[in-house]
């Protein structure tokens, strides 16, 4: 897009505010070094160029002012225009038109009006510099020591008048490369002196030329001129100057140099040791005056001449710096290139996708190993995985160093600002900066200049006094501001200090309490800091009057504002009469935050965790309430704590007891965040919300985990403002509502379960409908694949697995087994006594079973051709009721027999050895078809009890110890209820059943149809008997068909209660190490849900002649 | 709702509107209303995926969505009519517009399809239809019997408060 200048606006902009800089930092060092040639060839070159880019794009009023500029500077450079105050001010007010048409320019406006104003003066200068006539005045070598004692009689700025008898456009200029040649020749031979010399004829000396020349020739003799001015050649072509300048190296003494030089009509000679600089690298660190010509550089600035600093840098010790400065950083600046902004924008972006992909690879290796073990192929990958991750965060940060811009080019700009302060307000001050290195992010440093610029003005406009009065309070005369800038921990730090007369405690509380930010009582507690906190009320200001610079109290506002958007801080420190010092810090990496996730319902926050103290987790009971807030204690102290559920509007939940809470720092105190759940720690690459939509309250912004998943990054001092405003959603008209869950986020506590409480939002409503549409879609497509697949092969057993298949889909099965049925069903051989009974069997009409969503399988009954012996007693006790009874029944044995074969291969596969050894084949099946029927039984009654459909698996007989069965049992390490039950009379043992903590107490509580909410482990009393009834009544069916088939009599004890985990449950039981034979089944209900399971632990011996008894 | 079939108007006006400027909008249905968008401004069209919500914003505001790896909005606009929240349908759409660098969406029924009109049967409206919406609503064109509302993208984002 091309600029109101055309197409080369932009880059004009570019090169002119450079070049204005230039021209105003180096102006600022000519004012120091009135004829540092190097200088003001460099003002003569941005001129020109500014010069000739202004015609370029049309400004044509600015190119003639710069043209004007050039011819003063072109005299200045020739030596016929002396540097002083005046011409200086000139010029830079110059500059500041020329600045101002810039800026101009950059807002779009096109600024063409003739300077004619700044033309004429620049003219009528031109025509009549000032006073002092340069002709006459004496030549001295600009070499001195002796400069550094002046002071100066104006104000603290660097002026130097013509009135100072040092400074001279004729002076001699010693280059570096004179400083170098000096230095190997006196170290070539030391016994050299190096002297400078001035000598001065009389004003009515005749021949005067040849009369220095001859001066030179008898010195000739006895050492080395070295350099001169005038030189020989213009001494010998007709000098008429009364002064003469050398370098004179020789092993003479001054008296003796002092003899040879004093011909006749000599009227002063002036003999000085010359002490030469190190060469310039040394002193790179050594306070100088000098104002350093590029950004880059790390110097102490005094705009005042020299006077205050005891360090004495002589003018060619600066001149040889400034150069090798002026060099160095010539290539400095080649090394460094212009990189648009939104370019490296672009590049943080896609550094950042980087390191949300990297977090995916590792979700990846994990599931990996949970599905295949480990592998030392994993172990590669994972390698590789975390060195991509290493790569991936150093080019992250590496990339955000590359947005980090040194601060001294923020500093630089002061230094004209204080010059120019210091004249309106006629105070003396010094500037001081440090550590101009000290990188910040661009965007701060943008940002931070005129906050900066705020804090400065109000030192040197209230801060610091008068001279007079700093005199009389022993202080300096001249006033120092200092600019610091440093890395404190993971911020960084700006500071700036003053040595002025500090702020007025009193003054601020009074005015605070007079405008009404605090009352009088309140006061009494506030620290120091805290009241100098009211300076940045809006409109707030102690000045008794308010000045062009400060008073009206806004600028203070300006800072905080930037605080603020920056999250920074700000620490004031004052003591009355000594002085001040503002300490901004900002945190120092924006881009990276590591941080602590938590889950709301299924909405996942980040917490960062600079900002979080500690994690806890509280009891209900410890929440108080004072004065309206709830609030803890912890470990003594009190904290206020916010629900976070209130802040981002989800309803309360009223069933937990223990709370997870977050502790938080804010503003040096502590607070806390109840949350649902807590996940665990991440690296979370901020998005700005912003970018496509607005900043929302509350939220810093967001980020992508590996999965996809939209994480919030809350932003703390947003919460607490939600927390306390008025205008949150009013949490107790939220209601609940049951939805699927549709996050793949777990907290290390979550329960699998497929549905939870969720919040009833739009949002939420949304996402359920769509979770319910998809899954509808998945299976309806899978149905028609079927159905496609059926059409093809109408064979009986194609037939009967194509619907086999698609009850157990609907049924949501996932089992392999139940595949494996479908193969089993045509191979599988039963080893119990079949019979071809009638496949109608179901249940009685006690039963109230839950609709099942599947369709009949009737033809698939006949082709159970495998019906054994086991239902035909069933069938007396049942009679058939309707379809859907048989369905459920149907369903059941299903289940029960492709499990049954399936385990009894894998069954004997494995534990074939172990418990063969101990029973026999024979022995075998008559305890496993007894312990089936049982089993049988048992599931039966269960679903009646439960009103649920409940499948088991086939009983697993092995021969094991505790840990072993721990081992074989599934979810062994979740908490059960157990109801044991011994079995007495012919065959002594124990009937363990063991409910799932969480279906025990669902199961309990929707039998007893109560409300009741169960508070957390314990079951009330009527649970617990709900459960030892159902206990009783399966362990009963077991036993019952047992001593049946046995023809013996064993009866069930009344059931005992018991609690804990697997092992805790089984210890109870059978507390000997020995091994033992244990046949268990597990019941599940609804796919993978354990309900609990049936152990059935007799005594072997006995056993054994009871399976004898079983015909 | 039948479909705009354009087709036959078309190739009976070709011969007269050859030479004449016409502008493309996607058509799509909110609360059984046809209106129209300027198609430059349409970035994407995306089946609905789950939403993330934002707390404490206007309600018409789902949530965001993740789109590879950019995070932007989507809007109920049925919602924002001050009507009630938008049904999940078969047939509802993401239609992500794009304005300048920023990106947001918006939640209809059923996307139709994109219609050619030229500009002279675009008429622009300057009175204030009688709507909550009417702002919105930068021309209105006539299209085989259908009225269709063309929509500006500068005044949604306004309307919308993005930003």
Not at chain 1, 371 to 394: A, C, H, M, P
Not at chain 1, 565 to 588: A, D, M, R, V, Y
Not at chain 1, 1049 to 1058: A, D, G, H, K, T
Request: charged residues 30%.
């Amino acid at each position: 897009m091309a600029g109101i200048l055309g197409e080369y606006t932009e880059l004009f902009l570019e090169e002119s505010e450079d070049q204005i800089e230039e021209l105003n930092s180096n102006l600022l060092l000519l004012e120091n070094d009135h004829h540092n040639q190097d200088i003001i060839n460099d003002i003569f070159r941005a001129a020109h160029s500014l010069k000739s880019s202004a015609a370029f794009v049309g400004l044509y009023h600015l190119s003639d002012l710069s043209h004007k500029m050039e011819n003063l500077l072109q005299k200045i450079r020739e030596g016929t225009l002396e540097v002083n105050t005046r011409l200086v001010n000139l010029l830079f007010k110059c500059f500041d038109l020329i600045k101002n048409s810039i800026n101009k320019v950059s807002d779009g406006i096109k600024v063409d009006e003739p300077y004619s104003d700044m033309i004429a003066l620049l003219d009528e200068y031109e025509k009549n510099p000032d006073v002092s006539d340069n002709k006459a005045t004496k030549n001295k070598p600009s070499v001195k020591e002796s400069n550094s004692k002046e002071k100066s009689d104006n104000n603290s700025t660097s002026q130097k008048s013509g009135t100072k008898n040092k400074t001279n456009p004729d002076a001699l200029v010693i280059s570096l490369e004179d400083v170098h040649e000096l230095h190997q020749e006196i170290t070539a031979d030391p016994n050299l002196n190096l002297y400078k010399i001035r000598i001065i004829l009389k004003a009515d000396t005749p021949m005067k030329g040849l009369r220095f020349t001859l001066i030179l020739q008898n010195l000739k003799t006895n050492g080395i001129v070295f350099k001169s001015k005038p030189t020989e050649d213009e001494l010998e072509s007709g000098y008429t100057g009364t002064s003469l300048y050398f370098v004179f190296l020789t092993k003479k003494r001054e008296a003796e140099i002092h003899e040879s030089a004093n011909i006749d009509m000599v009227e002063t000679i002036h003999v000085n040791r010359l002490k030469l600089p190190e060469l310039p690298n040394k002193k790179k660190e050594e306070v100088k005056e000098e104002k350093p010509t590029e950004k880059s550089q790390e110097s102490k600035t005094t705009p005042s001449s020299n006077a205050q600093n005891s360090l004495e840098t002589s003018k060619l010790h600066n001149v040889g710096e400034n150069e090798d400065k002026a060099i160095s950083d010539s290539r400095i600046v080649l090394k460094s290139i212009k990189v648009s902004s939104d370019k490296l924008d672009q590049l943080m972006n896609n550094v950042g996708e980087l390191v949300i992909t990297n977090s995916g690879f590792q979700k990846i290796y994990d599931d990996l190993i949970a599905l295949f073990g480990e592998d030392t192929l994993f172990n590669d990958l994972k390698l590789k995985v975390d060195q991509i991750n290493r790569i991936s965060k150093d080019l992250q940060t590496g990339i955000m160093n590359i947005r980090m811009v040194p601060i001294g080019s923020v500093f630089n700009r002061f230094t004209r600002l204080v010059r120019d302060l210091s004249l309106e307000t006629n105070k003396k001050v010094n500037l001081l900066l440090k550590g101009e290195n000290t990188e910040l992010d661009k965007k701060v440093i943008d940002a931070i200049g005129e906050p900066l610029i705020h804090l400065i003005r109000n030192s040197i406009d209230h801060g610091i006094e008068q001279p007079n009065e700093r005199i009389k309070r022993g202080k300096d005369e001249y006033g120092t501001v200092e600019l610091n800038a440093y890395q404190g921990g993971s911020n960084i730090m700006v500071e700036i200090r003053d040595d002025g007369k500090g702020l007025n405690r009193a003054k601020i509380l009074e005015k605070a309490i007079a405008n009404g930010l605090v009352t009088k009582e309140e006061s009494s507690s506030l620290s120091d800091n805290d009241v100098y906190q009211f300076i940045f009320a809006a409109g707030f200001s102690t000045a008794d009057k308010v000045t062009d610079i400060s008073g009206r109290g806004v600028g203070m506002n300006v800072v905080n504002k930037l605080i603020q958007e920056f999250k920074g801080k700000i620490i004031i420190n004052s003591q009355e009469g000594i002085g001040t010092s503002f300490t901004l810090s900002f945190p120092q990496a924006l881009a990276i935050i590591p941080s602590i996730l938590v889950i709301m319902e299924e909405e996942v926050y980040a917490f960062p965790l600079s900002e979080v103290s500690e994690t806890i987790k509280v009891n209900l009971e410890q929440i108080t309430t004072l004065e309206g807030h709830e609030i803890i204690n912890l470990r003594g102290e009190v904290l206020p704590i916010y629900r976070l559920n209130h802040i981002i509007g989800l309803a309360d939940r009223k069933d937990l007891t223990e709370l997870p809470v977050v502790i938080v720092n804010y503003k040096s105190r502590k607070l806390g965040f109840i949350v649902d759940d807590l996940i665990g720690k991440h690296e979370t690459v901020i998005k700005s919300l912003a970018k496509n939509y607005k900043n929302v309250p509350g939220l810093t912004g967001a980020t992508i985990m590996g999965d996809g998943t939209i994480i919030l990054v809350l932003d703390i001092p947003g919460l607490i403002e939600l927390a306390s405003s008025d205008d949150l959603v009013e949490t107790s008209d939220l209601k609940f509502k049951e939805m699927f869950r549709t996050s793949s986020v777990r907290s290390l506590e979550t329960s699998d379960s497929e549905k939870l409480l969720k919040t009833s939002h739009a949002t939420n409503l949304f996402n359920e409908k769509l979770f319910e549409m998809r899954s509808k879609d998945k299976s309806k497509t899978k149905r028609d694949r079927h159905r496609n697949e059926s059409q093809n092969g109408r064979t009986a057993a194609g037939a009967r697995r194509e619907l086999e298949k698609t009850n157990k889909e609907l049924i949501e099965k996932a089992e392999t087994r139940q595949q494996d049925f479908v193969a089993m069903e045509e191979t599988a051989q039963l080893k119990l006594e079949n019979s071809n009974s009638d496949s109608k069997i179901s249940l009685t009409s006690n039963v109230s079973l839950e609709e099942v969503k599947s369709e009949v399988i009737q033809e698939s009954q006949p082709a159970k051709e495998n019906q054994d012996e086991l239902y035909t007693h069933l069938e007396s006790k049942v009679s058939s009721e309707d379809e859907e009874h048989k369905r459920k029944a149907s369903e059941i044995i299903k289940g029960f027999i492709e499990q049954k074969n399936e385990r009894i291969k894998a069954v004997q596969g494995n534990q074939a050895s172990e418990v063969s050894e101990l029973l026999n084949q024979d022995q075998l099946r008559k305890l496993e078809s007894i312990m089936n029927t049982g089993m049988m039984n048992a599931a039966m009654v269960l679903s009646q009890l439960v009103g649920k459909e409940v499948e088991l698996f086939v009983p697993d007989i092995s021969l094991t110890d505790k840990e072993g069965l721990a081992r074989d049992i599934r979810y062994s390490d979740e908490k059960f209820f157990g109801m044991k039950i011994r079995m007495n009379g012919d065959l002594n043992g124990n009937l363990l059943m063991m409910f799932s903590e969480e279906n025990g107490k669902n199961v309990a509580k929707e039998l007893l149809r109560s409300k009741e909410e169960s508070n957390g482990n314990t079951l009330s009393d009527d649970s617990i008997s709900v459960l030892g009834e159902i206990s009783n009544i399966v362990c009963s069916g077991v036993i019952n068909s047992l001593s049946n088939k046995s023809k013996t009599e064993i009866l069930p004890s009344v059931p005992e209660f018991i609690t804990g985990s697997f092992i805790e449950v089984l210890d109870i039981v059978k507390p000997e190490r020995t091994k033992f034979l244990s046949m268990h089944t597990e019941f599940n209900q609804e796919g993978n849900n354990l309900l609990g399971l049936l152990l059935f632990l007799p005594d072997f011996d006995e056993l054994v002649k009871l399976i004898a008894k079983i015909k | 709702m039948s479909a705009i079939d354009l087709r036959e108007d078309n190739q009976e006006n070709e011969e007269e509107y050859l030479a004449e400027e016409v502008e493309q909008f996607l058509t799509f249905l909110v609360n059984e209303e046809f209106f129209g968008l300027e198609l430059l401004s349409v970035h994407e069209i995306l089946k609905p995926v789950p939403v993330t919500r934002i707390p404490n914003v206007e309600e018409y505001v789902l949530g965001v969505i993740n789109l590879r790896g950019e995070i932007i909005p989507i809007i109920d606009l049925k919602k924002r009519f001050d009507l009630e929240f938008t049904e999940l349908k078969a047939s509802s759409r993401f239609i992500v517009i794009m304005k300048d660098e920023k990106r947001f969406g918006i939640f209809v029924d059923e996307v139709k399809q994109v219609i050619k009109v030229p500009i002279s049967q675009l008429n622009y409206t300057t009175d204030d239809l009688a709507l909550s919406y009417g702002k919105l609503i930068e021309s209105v064109s006539r299209v085989n019997e259908h009225l269709i509302l063309n929509l500006g993208v500068n005044q949604m984002v306004d309307f919308l408060q993005i930003a």
